[in-house]
């Protein structure tokens, strides 16, 4: 294995261990204190809606009929388990 290959497994797994992990860990904690832990754990549910949607612009994936009607389900759901009345 040559020298770059291995520098490029270091730098891959420190930007997953610092961003993925702590950065992530930290925004969840202020989440938590700014609007409740109710409604943050509704943010949990939006993650694959913008997984998908950051897909699309920074992979240049396609977004395909599944992927939207999935989405629709997901945002459906957020809204009608916040619906006040």
Not at 6 to 22: D, E, F, H, K, W
Not at 55 to 82: D, E, R, V
């Amino acid at each position: 294995m040559s020298d770059y290959l291995r520098g490029q497994y270091i730098y891959a797994t420190t930007y997953v261990g610092i961003c993925a992990s702590l950065i992530s860990y930290y925004l969840w904690n202020e989440a938590i204190c700014l609007i409740g832990t109710n409604k943050t754990a509704l943010i949990y549910y939006l993650i694959p809606v913008f997984s998908g949607i950051l897909a699309y612009f920074f992979l240049n994936q396609a977004i395909i009929l599944t992927q939207i009607i999935s989405m629709g389900i997901i945002i459906t759901g957020l809204l009608l388990t916040n619906k006040k009345g």
